[in-house]
């Protein structure tokens, strides 16, 4: 049972570290209402239309872009779990993995999918 | 284990997901929601993979590692399927398959 | 686990080859991007080689992952054959009608190496990923013209219907690997003749079939390949029905009678019922179409059914037939999906109609076309009529109502194909100018004419070299 404890404090400063700094700033904020205060992105650009607006397909490309780049990166975990057994071997491949993704973020570059038109 | 689960509660839940995906795969007609239901299906595949993993084979990860091909494979083919549904929708405003019938279905 | 790099030079060779087009094609200026169909072309060849020189090589690697044997080499060549036919014989129509030479040939080579992959697959992580591999590749290609809404659209079916048949397929080998505790073959074999089994790997074994029967598009499983096949690329088309269709054929032997022999009696009335609604459909379907690509769509579905037949057959001189007739199949399928892209290129069309007179404008193109599609037929003295032979006799005790089901569809089959033979040689063409052809089209044409002639006057040593490389299943 003794190995909880460690996860019980964690869980337990986690929260502390939340709750506290929510209290504070609760307590010694300063207090003031007025229509900018209550707009959606208080010090940022004025929110228009509605949310279901649509969007430049633009995000999309970006989108799709990040998923297949993040989504690669589930190899790394493994890979980097068993490092050490894999040695300089495993060191290699990862590199050549590596390539062939950066060739693809190359050609995406090239091709202008990352430029913001 | 000792949790008094059986791979029968995991087989279940993975067939039931695969019959939810089946079913939207070929009752929707938006190409977004069909996408969806791939998605869904696969999800059912893993985790029966990841289930047999954890009752037949404790000690061999073939089915998380498995498991992690699928997932990245997956996430290419929506990342196609969502370029082909942006390169059409240029072409076409429609993401509705029973609007795709230049070609007889 | 160590890698015995020299089983998988011919992968190695491939994998770069692809990444160098790649790599070249962004660095060179997209003015001389032209020049990377050469190099596709002249790269193939060089890992053809390699795969013929690599031959003798046999073994497992990757502790069982990975397959090489006299089998999966053969298959290996026909793909690589195929892939190099396809570079070479539409270079043209690519430059026509397709261009993006870049993506193009980078992305054939990265679906060369999918099958090849998929071919030599000892597990099912190989087998999916190679499977994977080729499916993209294709999608990517089918939608390649994404300035035409035709070809898009099949795209997008294609996209759908494989992700879904990949589901499934996925589920059966999830339930199999449940059922048996390994992904191996050579072990889920092992086990089932220990006694695994059960209700599990039952409905893994249907959802197999359904999954592989989608990627040799055999009937029902079949309705995806007439509209990707219209609205693709001719090129592409030819590929996906002949590159594809093979490597797929090669993976639904290596699973089921490599595989899971052990419950024949569970799935070979299945694959039997297969292959009999895929002649039934795919030849009476074909019979009204009206555009080529379509019709030549469905006759592929028919011969996939009678490709099945071997697999029925679940033994030796079935896997032979299998081996013989993807290899002849390749070659005649090549020839008139050629002739195809060669036409459109001249006339913009598809319709059977607009071949009127085809015999006089381009006398060549119109005798491939012909001998092309009686070797289909299986008409005597030609390649297919030894394939079709090789492939019945395997299964003529037990199975006489298929043989003759197959062979009523064949003769169905010469009604059809005889339909544009006659177009092309009776009617009167309405323009009469010849049409000229490129050097790169008339060999393309010339060795499909001359093997598909050849192996069916002369079928031994081929019908040898399967022998031998069939018997890899069958010696304990």
């Not at chain 3, 070479?88 to 040939?105: H, K, M, Q, S």
């Not at chain 3, 007439?226 to 090129?235: H, I, K, L, W």
């Not at chain 3, 459909?281 to 996939?304: C, D, E, F």
Request: hydrophobic fraction near 55%.
């Amino acid at each position: 049972m003794s190995e909880w404890v460690g996860v019980a404090l964690f869980i337990m400063a986690g929260l502390a570290f939340g709750v506290v700094g929510i209290g504070v700033s609760f307590l010694v904020h300063p207090r003031s209402k007025n229509r900018y205060k209550l707009e959606t992105y208080e010090c940022g650009i004025p929110v228009e239309g509605s949310a279901w607006g649509r969007f430049k397909a633009q995000y999309f490309t970006f989108a799709l872009i990040f998923v297949i780049f993040d989504v690669e990166v589930i190899y790394l975990y493994p890979w980097a779990v068993s490092f050490v057994q894999l040695g300089l071997a495993g060191l290699v491949k990862m590199f050549i993995f590596i390539f062939i993704l950066v060739l693809g973020l190359w050609y995406a570059w090239k091709e202008g999918a990352l430029e913001w038109k | 284990m000792g949790t008094g689960l059986n791979p029968s509660y995991f087989i279940g839940l993975s067939a039931a997901l695969f019959a939810i995906g089946m079913y939207g795969a070929l009752s929707k007609r938006n190409i977004i929601s069909v996408l969806i239901s791939i998605e869904l299906m696969l999800c059912a595949v893993n985790i029966n993979l990841v289930a047999f993993n954890k009752f037949l084979t404790p000690d061999a990860f073939l089915g998380q590692i498995f498991a992690i091909f699928i997932i990245t494979v997956a996430a290419a083919e929506v990342g196609l399927g969502l370029a082909l549904i942006i390169a059409i929708s240029r072409r076409r405003e429609t993401n509705n398959l029973d609007d795709l019938n230049w070609l007889r279905w | 686990m160590n890698i015995d790099f020299s089983l998988i030079t011919t992968e190695i060779a491939l994998a770069i080859l692809g990444l160098a087009i790649f790599t070249l094609g962004l660095i060179i200026p997209r003015s001389a991007r032209k020049g990377l169909g050469n190099i596709a072309l002249l790269g193939l060849i060089i890992v053809l080689g390699i795969a013929v020189y690599s031959w003798p090589n046999q073994g497992e690697t990757l502790g069982g992952m990975y397959i090489v044997d006299h089998f999966s080499s053969f298959f290996k060549i026909v793909g690589l054959v195929a892939a190099i036919l396809v570079v070479f014989g539409f270079r043209r129509y690519v430059a026509a009608n397709v261009g993006n030479y870049l993506e193009y040939y980078s992305t054939i080579v990265f679906a060369t190496l999918g099958m090849i992959v998929m071919i030599s697959a000892g597990d099912f992580i190989t087998l999916y990923l190679g499977l994977e591999l080729m499916t993209i590749s294709f999608i990517v290609l089918v939608a390649f013209r994404s300035f035409d809404v035709k070809s898009l659209e099949a795209g997008i079916k294609y996209l759908l219907l494989a992700g879904m048949s990949s589901a499934v397929l996925l589920y059966g080998l999830s339930l199999v690997y449940g059922a048996t505790g390994t992904i191996l073959f050579a072990e889920v074999a092992q086990s089932i003749i220990d006694g695994s089994g059960g209700l599990l790997l039952i409905i893994g074994l249907v959802m197999l079939i359904a999954g592989l029967g989608f990627k040799v598009s055999a009937a029902p499983f079949h309705m995806w390949s007439p509209d990707v096949y219209e609205g693709a690329p001719t090129s592409v088309t030819a590929f996906l029905a002949t590159g594809s269709k093979a490597a797929s054929f090669a993976i639904l032997i290596r699973v089921f009678v490599g595989s899971l022999t052990g419950i024949q009696e569970h799935w070979v009335m299945l694959v039997a019922v297969l292959a009999a609604l895929s002649m039934l459909i795919g030849n009476l379907i074909a019979i009204p179409q009206t555009n080529i690509k379509r019709m030549l769509a469905y006759s592929s579905v028919a011969q996939a059914g009678y490709i099945m037949v071997g697999i029925v057959a679940a033994s030796q001189s079935g896997v032979k037939g299998v081996m013989f007739y993807s290899f002849i199949y390749v070659f005649a399928t090549m020839g008139a999906f050629t002739v195809v892209a060669a036409v459109y290129n001249k006339i913009k069309s598809d319709e059977i109609a607009d071949y009127a007179g085809l015999a006089q404008r381009a006398p060549l193109a119109a005798t491939v076309l012909l001998v092309c599609m009686l070797s289909m037929a299986g008409i005597p003295l030609l390649a297919g009529f030894v394939g079709k032979f090789y492939l019945f006799m395997a299964i003529v005790d037990g199975y006489m109502w298929l043989v003759l089901l197959g062979l009523i569809m064949s003769m169905v089959s010469v009604y059809y194909y005889l339909r544009v033979v006659l177009v092309m040689f009776r009617d009167d063409p309405v323009d009469p100018t010849p049409l000229k052809m490129e050097t790169s089209v008339t060999i393309t044409l010339l060795i499909a004419l001359g093997v598909t002639v050849f192996l069916g006057i002369y079928p031994g040593p081929l019908s040898e070299i399967a022998n031998t490389a069939a018997q890899s299943f069958f010696t304990p």
